[in-house]
T-cell receptor
């Protein structure tokens, strides 16, 4: 248990569906992240939030839409996804940005399958 | 470009020692991280190196050579529970982590 929870753990959706992934951290951290993890590929950083403000958007398609209502919660809204979007989506948090030694704490991930 | 290289898979025997290598090339450098990820679970932090040399933490040690762009994770007295993927990540000048694809470590009895 890392202090970061994600729901749902598994999600199967059609290409025309709309769904949301939820992440919550109980660590009092200020920075939160969304990553995509595909088999045998490096973790891909998608979005970064610091104090609820988005600081990074690494050329992620608009069919992925993040939302950060407060420093403890992070959402990833999904719509009209493609089969190649099937992957493990990981949420992480860290104390702050810009401090190299602050490690990131990861949630267990949501295994997404797009049919 | 930015790149992290590490072996895809390694096999070792219970009780032995294994060294997992990582080479990195990033825009700027703010430290090298190692994470462990068991199948179906979250990655968990193992170590952080920003200065050259060896950092020891129990059965696990991590080494860094900034001039060579090289790090390794050393696991001693291997146990079956050490079977996992080990992820190397370099922090660039923007404080973003650039990740390797991970090394899957298989421990055999």
């Amino acid at each position: 248990e890392t202090g970061v929870t994600q729901t749902p753990r598994h999600l199967v959706m059609g290409m025309t569906n709309k769904k949301s992934l939820k992440c919550e951290q109980h660590l009092g951290h200020n920075a939160m992240y969304w990553y995509k993890q595909s088999a045998k590929k490096p973790l891909e950083l998608m979005f970064v939030y610091n104090f609820k403000e988005q600081t990074e958007n690494n050329s992620v398609p608009s069919r992925f839409s993040p939302e950060c209502p407060n420093s403890s919660h992070l959402f990833l809204h999904l719509h009209t996804l493609q089969p190649e979007d099937s992957a493990l989506y990981l949420c992480a948090s860290s104390q702050d940005l810009g401090q190299p030694s602050y490690e990131q704490y990861f949630g267990p991930g949501t295994r997404l399958t797009v049919t | 470009g930015q790149n992290i290289d590490q072996p895809t898979e390694m096999t070792a025997t219970e009780g032995a020692i294994v060294q997992i290598n990582c080479t990195y090339q990033t825009s700027g450098f703010n430290g090298l991280f190692w994470y462990q990820q068991h199948a179906g679970e979250a990655p968990t932090f193992l170590s952080y190196n920003v200065l050259d040399g060896l950092e020891e933490k129990g059965r696990f040690s991590s080494f860094l050579s900034r001039s060579k762009g090289y790090s390794y994770l050393l696991l001693k007295e291997l146990q079956m529970k050490d079977s996992a993927s080990y992820l190397c990540a370099s922090m660039d000048s923007n404080y973003q982590l650039i990740w390797g694809a991970g090394t899957k470590l298989i421990i055999k009895p």
